[in-house]
């Protein structure tokens, strides 16, 4: 089982940028694609970016494209998101999962999630 880690948040202002990492245990870690999910007080988690297992293929929430980017380090068994112009919307806790697509939608793999980071970003 993997387990998650997820730091690198904060207090930012508007059209700042932040770098948001989450460290995986297990060895299993680059056999998995992985995505980052948000959730405000009193919103659903939503999805915000995917990156598969290899690394060569992305995938963005329309919201954050243009903006974020995500990335991995399968040799140490991280993955990134760079939030760039950075928005008071972004205002969130951020996760890490494993992900699976079914269609055009993203959905967490692991029945468990890390504590998040809060990123806060001020108008």
């Known amino acids: 089982q993997v387990q998650l880690v997820e730091s690198g948040g904060g207090l930012v202002q508007a059209g700042g940028s932040l770098r948001l990492s989450c460290a995986a245990s297990g060895r299993t870690f680059s056999s998995y694609n992985m995505g980052w999910f948000r959730q405000d007080p009193g919103k659903e988690r939503e999805f915000v970016a995917a990156?598969?297992?290899?690394?060569?293929?992305?995938y963005y929430a329309d919201s954050v494209k243009g903006r974020f980017t995500i990335s991995r380090d399968n040799g140490k068994n991280t993955v990134y998101l760079q939030m760039n112009s950075l928005k008071p919307e972004d205002t969130a806790v951020y996760y890490c999962?494993?992900?699976?697509?079914?269609?055009?939608?993203?959905?967490?793999?692991?029945?468990?999630w890390g504590q998040g980071t809060q990123v806060t970003v001020s108008s």
């Open positions: 999962n494993a992900v699976n697509r079914i269609g055009s939608t993203w959905y967490p793999a692991l029945g468990s």
């Open positions: 990156i598969s297992w290899s690394g060569g293929s992305t």
